[in-house]
Every structure is written in structure tokens, then in C-alpha cells.
């Protein structure tokens, strides 16, 4: 590693959307280009909720690959109220499915099918302790009494915590942690528990969503928090801890669905996903840190090899285009549209 230039072991992606279809073709290749594997969130319509369901998608997906690439999807199943244990057998045998996405039902894009009450699942939960696969978690409440900003630190307290008591055994992905909280939260666990960070909760606070009026494409679930929230995250983030890892939760959307007056919520991040991370690290003068949390502790915390390839990064500007096309006819507005990143992916 030099000033200007840094080569590590080939990432991976502990949290991304692709999507479907059209759709799914267009932006994975950004992810493909940097990324050896990803964990892929389950929350289709309708959502990916049985092993057989997750390899017809995984057919797909490994069917959208570029040419020539090795771009491995992880797969997950969408936990539901009615979700079988006997599921959590067939994903286990599958080798392709490596874990069960928790939405609390209503808190984010897609998830009206969710969990209404965490008690409905502890025998599921339960089988997956057994059977050692992994719990990812979107940490929110969803009460309109609970104010947006505060839903993670309620999540904590009142669903996680305790679920993580009640099930010792239980390997948790604490996923997109947004808050000084979730950071406390996360050290002070138990063995097996761990959580992934984005770039846009590194590298911006709530100001983003409001400098100069109502910026949509800053708008993601959890929302951006505070400054004192984003110093933690990227003290956690850049400290070496093997708790915490990369997770982009890239989350693509039309741009007609994102600017208009009940906007979705997601950030889009895979075109710029590693070069993104490698500016926050820089930041702190932590970029020999950037390989653990982008190669080497997702995998451990997973059980799985660590990747073999490298790839490298380059101190240099890169412009990131107003749009890409999403489908046929559809636009993705991507973060840093219309301007730059401050560091390159060689050979991109």
C-alpha cells in the first residue's frame, strides 16, 4: 500500500438489493465488478420466503452475470409470521441459502409481509440456533408513536436485546447500524453477534436529506442520524473489531419512484461501493484497516473462505454519471450523481 494506491483481498457485500428482471440486469454488474460475493436481500414481490423460491432466484441472477465474471450470490429467505421451521432445514441443506432476513413488518421498502411480533418466530429462531445459520436484522420499531430518528435505540431495547438473550446460541447480523447505540450495542454482545455499515451512514449525516431543501435520493431506512451518530459509526467502522463489516445495502429505485410525493427509501451505492467505503477510511488516515472490514471479517463471521483475488484502488477523482439506465425505459439515480468519487477502482 502507497499514499496513492491500496491492493487487498477482494471484498465482499454483506447487504445488497438487486432487485428483479430488467432491473436486476442493469445495476448488477457494478456490484459483479468489485464484489466477490453479496448477501442478497430477500424482498422481492413477492418476497423470496422458501429455499426453492431463493434458488430460482439465484438461477436468475447467476443468469444476469457479466461475462466472464465469478460473482458468487448469497442467498436469504424473507422470515414471515407463518415461516416453517422445517424451512430452515431445507435452507440449511440447500448450501445455498445463508440466513433469514428479519423485517419487522412495515419498517422499510417491501416489507408489509414482515414479522408483526418477534414472538410469533421463536421457534424458527430457535431451529436456526440449532442449526447455526444466521439472523439478519433491519433494526427498527415500527410504532407511529416512536419517532423516526429514535427507532433503532427502541429496537434495541425492546426486540433485540432480549432476543439475543433468549436465544444464546443464535448467530445475529445487526444490519446498516445507524446509531451511537447500535455501536454500544454491538461491542457489548455476546459472542455472535455482529453488523454491517453503509457508505452513506459513514459519510454523511441527516443534514444530507435537507442542504438547500428535500434531497429524495439521501432518503434510506434507517434514516441518516446525527453527526456524534456517524463519528461512532466510523470509529467502529475503522477500528479493526471483527464485529463490524462491510454491508452496502445498495438499494436501487426508478428515479419516477424516488422524486415524487411518497418517495422509497434507498440509497443506490453499488457503482461506487468499495471506492466509497475507501474515502471514509481515508478519512481517518485508516485505510490499512479498509481490508478486515471489506474482506475478512464478513467472511469469518459467516464461516466461509476468504476470498483469493485482490483488487486495487487508486487515490484519483472518478465521475459518477447524473444517471444510469435501470430496465428498459426506467432511470436509477445513483449517490454522487453528476459528481465525483476521490478514489478509483483500477481496471473499472
Sequence with gaps: MSEDSITFGRPDDWHLHLRDGAALRAVLPHTAARFARAIVMPNLKPPVTTTAMAAQYRARILEARPTGSSFEPLMTLYLTDRTPPDEVERARDSGIVHGFKLYPAGATTHSDAGVTDIARVDPVLARMADRGMVLQVHGEVTHDSVDVFDREARFIDEVLAPLVARHPRLRVVFEHITTRSAVQFVRGARAGVAATITPQHLLHNRNAMFAGGIRPHFYCLPVLKTEPDRVALLGAATSGEPRFFLGTDSAPHARHTKENACGCA????AHAGIELYAEAFDATGSLARLEG???AFGADFYGLPRNTGTITLRRARSAVPAIFRFGADEELV?????????????GA
Design 293 to 295: 472490514f471489506a474482506h
Design 266 to 269: 434507498g440509497m443506490y451505492t
Design 334 to 346: 445513483p449517490m454522487r450523481a453528476g459528481g465525483d468519487t476521490l478514489w478509483s477502482l483500477v
